[in-house]
């Protein structure tokens, strides 16, 4: 459904996204998870066809998206900042994009609104972000989309509608197996509603995987040798990180298998043990902490 092919793109001299290369299945949920500045927003104003590449291209239902009125009208986008006709009344946004968008689903807005609860007599302006956020959300899923993108669409929201939003976007693709495309630096709500995810940092894709091949492939070891450990342990093709605590050391693993588990029993330990990692933390270790904490600092 959604195809990023060898996609770059240059601000000036700068080149904020390198090489992308994307693909993402109709009726699936994909993130994109990074630190600030890592290209995420550009990327997804690219994929609305906001943005030109300086190099390759991206496809939606096999059509390229850049200045294609068909495929955008398919398009719902959440943007992480929603300036909104601040002098416009939201039964005035709602005619708007009734003109605008054929499929606009009027019935389906007055049933979010009864979880949403947004006064349509009144100004925008009056909205804070999070009110906003509501309205966006609302908006682009009553025009019936085949492509919800969304850069943070959580920003704003309060615990209780955030986790009644992430219920509407498993019933959307359950139910009309729309293709979400979201970033968010709210991992945990990622690692609940995504089939996959690509990690970017400083414009390029540093791992791309489904969320259950991640949890297969990225696993912390606790391993206790009887003498100590191999001296090229942490060159190993298999690890990520290696950490020393007492006798115990933590093998961070980047492609966990049979075989790996094969090579550290044939060595002198009293046990292995396997710790699954959560979604933040395969991201902060196969992007490589001290990276992380560099780019947000």
Known sequence: MIEIKG??????????????????????IFGLIGPNGAG????IKALTGIYY???????????????NV?????????????????????KDIIK??????????????????????????????????????????????????????????????DPVIKRKF????????????????ISSHNLSDLERICDGVAIINQGEVKYSNSIENMKNKIKKLQVAFIADAPEDIDKWEEIIKVNKV????????????????DKLKKLRVHFIEELDLSLEDMFLYTLGEEDYYEEVL
């Not at 009110?131 to 993108?149: F, T, Y």
């Open 53 to 67: 590449g300086d190099k390759g291209e991206i496809f939606i239902d096999g059509q390229n998206v850049y200045e």
């Open 96 to 157: 708007f994009y009734q003109y605008s968008y054929k499929e606009f689903n009027l019935e389906r807005f007055r049933e979010l609104n009864k979880i949403f609860k947004l006064p349509q007599k009144s100004y925008v302006f009056r909205f804070s972000k999070g009110m906003k956020m509501r309205l966006s959300i609302m908006l682009n899923l009553c025009i019936m989309p085949e492509v919800l993108i969304l850069d943070e669409p959580t920003s704003g929201l």
């Open 40 to 43: 995420k927003t550009t990327l």
């Open 7 to 28: 996609f770059s793109k240059n601000f000036d001299d700068k080149r904020v996204l390198n090489n992308i290369n994307i693909s993402v299945p109709k009726g699936s």
């Open 246 to 261: 007492g006798r115990v050391y933590h093998l961070i693993t980047k492609d966990y298998n049979e075989e790996l588990m």
């Open 70 to 90: 068909d495929i955008k009208s398919k398009i719902g986008y959440v943007a992480d900042e929603n300036n909104f006709l601040s002098s416009y009344r939201v």
């Open 166 to 181: 992430m219920n509407l976007l498993l019933d959307e693709v359950a139910e009309r197996q729309t293709t979400v495309f």
